[in-house]
């Protein structure tokens, strides 16, 4: 295993010579390089690109929006068969999506899946989702609000795939933004409040056949996903997060041979926060996660190849907090912070990882846990990570087979700052947990034998 704190990483490694990372990078200028654009502009062995037989284009507004008044109804005159006077909500659930751009396509019965497709978008995104209520809910309240910009879904089974995404959106955009807002009386059971925005995200899935995936994604306008609730007090568990993640391209395979490239250019602000105030509580949980850009491909049974070029420019911020008053069990909060991630995770068969990681001046990742509670007896957890360049590489042999090797080659390079900070008052008699951790550049390359 290699893991590289800061600086500039090459590394190969394998039973086998790997090409050096040039080989991957077609020669161009100093400031294109720096800033890819596409994928046959950079990497030489991307597959040539094809007119696109699907394309998308928004230039309005999206907003998708919720509002909730829970209050309590009185029933008059009073009913006279026993049944309550009073009637409330027993549970809520509420779910709001915005989405610019969507493609879905599939095939199946050894059918090959063959896309081009483009996604242009020019217009903001919203989704909104308010709950208030003024009287008790002894159920669940879940509350999901997501925002996305281009999605792109393919999934094939057993004729393989050939598939190209563009995804583009530009600064007059201006916000993909997801707001979650809770207000609850006294006596709620359980509460799950999840939040999400993402600029442009890429999914694909396939069984027993090929894979080509080539995937383009630039993101200028800004991000934002923000929970918050306040509560009184809640008698089972509550979970607030949180999560936006500007680029996404991520491939999951079974006996299939897999090679994936992913370009991913991010100049927008990113943030992500998640706000929980409760008087009385139990099991309480806020988290937020905030990612410039992710490529991964995980594959069973099969030849798994990532390479990717990613470029971050805009800042990463992730925000927590949590305020207790009062809590039983445990109160947990904590936020991950990423500018440029890459994975390659296989099973049963060798697998390469060729990854370009930039992050400019610019591009700061910043975490932040603001935890403040008071317990007799309880756990309070608050947990803050934030990491520049990010690399793992996995492979592992199962049942016997013959042993797998793992092939990468990397460079990382992070300009920006990456700072990761907790914040920690209250306590009284309870136990107090906190870690915080800052990363500038990490790449990890694992291989493992499995059991018989």
């Known amino acids: 295993m290699t893991n590289i704190n800061s600086g500039l990483l090459r590394i190969a490694i394998g039973t086998a010579l790997a090409l050096p990372f040039a080989a991957f990078i077609a020669p161009q200028s100093a400031q294109a390089q720096t800033v890819p654009s596409s994928c046959n502009d950079v990497l030489q062995n991307c597959p040539a690109d094809r007119t696109p037989n699907l394309t998308q284009v928004q230039v309005a507004p999206i907003l998708s929006t919720i509002t909730?008044?829970?209050?309590?109804?009185?029933?008059?005159?009073?009913?006279?068969?026993?049944?309550?006077?009073?009637?409330?909500?027993?549970?809520?659930?509420?779910?709001?999506?915005?989405?610019?751009?969507?493609?879905?396509?599939?095939?199946?019965?050894?059918?090959?899946?063959?896309?081009?497709?483009?996604?242009?978008?020019?217009?903001?995104?919203?989704?909104?989702?308010d709950i208030t209520t003024s009287a008790a809910v002894p159920g669940v309240i879940l509350a999901t609000t997501i925002a996305y910009g281009n999605t792109a879904q393919a999934q094939a089974c057993c004729g393989g795939m050939d598939v190209i995404a563009d995804q583009n959106i530009t600064a007059a955009a201006g916000t993909i933004s997801?707001?979650?807002?809770?207000?609850?009386?006294?006596?709620?059971?359980?509460?799950?409040?999840?939040?999400?925005?993402v600029s442009n995200v890429v999914g694909a899935a396939a069984i027993n056949g090929a894979v080509s995936l080539v995937t383009n994604q630039t993101n200028d306008a800004g991000l934002n996903a923000t929970s918050t609730a306040t509560?009184?007090?809640?008698?089972?568990?509550?979970?607030?997060?949180?999560?936006?993640?500007?680029?996404?391209?991520?491939?999951?395979?079974?006996?299939?041979?897999?090679?994936?490239?992913?370009?991913?250019?991010?100049?927008?602000?990113?943030?992500?926060?998640?706000?929980?105030?409760?008087?009385?509580?139990?099991?309480?949980?806020?988290?937020?996660?905030?990612t410039a850009n992710v490529a991964s491909a995980y594959n069973r049974w099969g030849y798994t190849e990532l390479t990717t070029s990613q470029y971050a420019e805009g800042?990463?911020?992730?925000?927590?907090?949590?305020?207790?008053?009062?809590?039983?069990?445990?109160?947990?909060?904590?936020?991950?912070?990423?500018?440029?991630?890459?994975?390659?995770?296989?099973?049963?068969?060798?697998?390469?990882?060729?990854?370009?990681?930039?992050?400019?001046?610019?591009?700061?990742?910043?975490?932040?846990?603001?935890?403040?509670?008071?317990?007799?007896?309880?756990?309070?957890?608050?947990?803050?990570?934030?990491?520049?360049?990010?690399?793992?590489?996995?492979?592992?042999?199962?049942?016997?087979?013959?042993g797998v090797g793992l092939y990468g080659n990397a460079e990382q390079i992070n300009s920006g700052n990456v700072n990761a900070t907790v914040n920690m008052s209250g306590g009284t008699s309870a136990s107090m947990v906190a870690s915080a951790t800052a990363v500038g550049n990490s790449a990890n390359f694992i291989t493992q034998a499995g059991a018989n």
């Open 68 to 129: 909730i008044n829970g209050s309590t109804i009185t029933i008059t005159p009073p009913p006279t068969d026993g049944s309550p006077v009073d009637v409330t909500a027993t549970a809520i659930t509420s779910t709001s999506t915005g989405i610019g751009n969507n493609i879905s396509a599939s095939s199946s019965n050894g059918v090959l899946l063959d896309l081009v497709s483009t996604q242009d978008l020019s217009a903001s995104v919203g989704a909104l989702n």
């Open 178 to 197: 997801a707001t979650g807002t809770l207000n609850t009386a006294p006596g709620v059971g359980a509460l799950s409040m999840t939040t999400s925005a």
């Open 315 to 402: 800042s990463v911020s992730s925000h927590a907090i949590l305020t207790a008053n009062n809590y039983v069990t445990s109160a947990t909060a904590g936020t991950t912070s990423q500018g440029n991630l890459a994975i390659v995770s296989g099973m049963g068969s060798d697998g390469r990882i060729n990854a370009y990681q930039n992050i400019a001046a610019t591009g700061d990742v910043i975490a932040v846990t603001d935890w403040s509670g008071f317990s007799q007896g309880g756990v309070g957890t608050a947990i803050a990570s934030a990491s520049g360049n990010g690399l793992t590489g996995f492979v592992c042999t199962t049942c016997g087979d013959a």
């Open 231 to 290: 509560m009184c007090c809640n008698t089972d568990s509550t979970s607030v997060s949180a999560t936006a993640t500007s680029n996404s391209s991520q491939s999951s395979s079974e006996s299939s041979t897999v090679h994936s490239w992913a370009v991913q250019n991010n100049r927008g602000s990113i943030d992500a926060t998640a706000s929980q105030t409760i008087n009385s509580g139990t099991a309480l949980s806020s988290a937020a996660q905030a």
